[in-house]
């Protein structure tokens, strides 16, 4: 049976400029291309889930603009449901305008928008999805007080809720206590416990720590290492796939949206699951960009099957 997903977060559209060398100060420099992509952790993470062929939904805002309208476009060209997608009438879509010179090198700056103006009022339908759903995952894109009443709702419905508290900020104490899986990497882990994750034995402790939070179940994702899991079943490190990375951008929310659309709610198949999800994110990373880098459910197959 096919996962339910919701995803509450981010929507950026991601403008790159392809520039021989960055701007000086007060310099005006002409930029060879121009590209746009649809992009925002939130909005990646639902595609992974829904390319993985979960039933997924969407939550979040966009403005009244060409932006909002080309993101939930590219949404639902993968499917997702884009019903609780709410239009901010103040605030523009989230874009992230990226330089990118001749040497690979980047320079980003990002505007929240909606996705930063976002209140409450985005959950004010989102009950009858709570009610259907499996799974209920944010980000720190986004409010975290929306996502703490978010997850508050949902777990009153039986939901199983997944934070992945990037980028890395200080932690709003309750929304842990509403959290039953968190997933950082590891420098986001260490941001929110004070642990230097080192060894196994920092793991337990990151564990220990966020237990004793609320959350009961940490993933921490190690780039090319793998995955450190510690669960009420067990804990463990699942190796990472080897392969040659050309771009890693998006290989934590493709992990994340593969990963849910795998597991038990009580995570009894984690170790099976992390094995999929990161089949999913090693075919990422072998590709330039971010959704369009993200692999549907039969390429992960396929390539589990080699
Ligand atoms: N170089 C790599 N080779 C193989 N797999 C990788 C590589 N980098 C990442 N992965 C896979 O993706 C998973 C998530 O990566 P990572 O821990 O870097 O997350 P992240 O820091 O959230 O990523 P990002 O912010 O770049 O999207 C890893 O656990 C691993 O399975």
Redesign the pocket.
């Known amino acids: 049976m096919a996962k339910k997903i919701a995803v509450l977060g981010s929507i950026n559209v991601d403008t790159t400029y392809h520039v021989q060398r960055f701007p000086m100060p007060g310099e005006t420099i002409s930029a060879g291309s121009k590209s746009s992509a649809p992009g925002g952790k939130g909005a990646n993470q639902a595609v992974a889930a829904a390319r993985s062929g979960a039933k997924t939904w969407f939550i979040g805002m966009v403005g009244a603009d060409n932006e909002g309208k080309f993101m939930r476009e590219a949404l639902q060209e993968d499917h997702v449901d884009t019903k609780l997608i709410g239009i901010d009438e103040l605030h523009g879509t989230g874009t992230a305008l990226i330089t990118l010179d001749a040497e690979g090198q980047n320079d980003i700056m990002v505007y929240g928008g909606a996705n930063q103006a976002m209140t409450t009022e985005v959950l004010k339908n989102a009950d009858a999805v709570f009610e259907e759903i499996d799974f209920l995952i944010s980000q720190f894109e986004t409010p975290q007080a929306v996502t703490a009443e978010a997850f508050k709702q949902a777990k009153e419905h039986g939901v199983t809720t997944i934070l992945n508290p990037?980028p890395a900020h200080e932690i709003l104490p309750e929304l842990l206590q509403y959290t039953d899986v968190v997933i950082p990497?590891d420098s986001e882990s260490f941001v929110l416990t004070g642990i230097k994750i080192t060894d196994e034995d920092s793991m337990l402790k990151s564990a220990e720590w966020f237990k004793q939070q609320g959350a009961k179940n940490l993933l921490i994702?190690?780039?090319?290492k793998?995955?450190f899991y510690c669960t009420p079943h067990g804990h463990g490190m699942v190796p990472?796939?080897?392969?040659k990375?050309v771009d890693?951008?998006?290989?934590?929310?493709?992990?994340i949206g593969a990963l849910a659309s795998q597991l038990d709610n009580d995570l009894s198949n984690v170790a099976d699951a992390l094995v999929y999800?990161?089949r999913a994110?090693?075919l990422?990373?072998q590709k330039m960009g971010a959704m369009p880098s993200i692999p549907t459910g039969e390429e992960v197959k396929a390539a589990l099957a080699e």
């Open positions: 990037a990497n994702t190690l780039g090319s793998g995955v990472a796939f080897k392969v990375a890693t951008t998006a290989a934590g929310d493709t992990f999800a990161q994110s090693s990422t990373v």
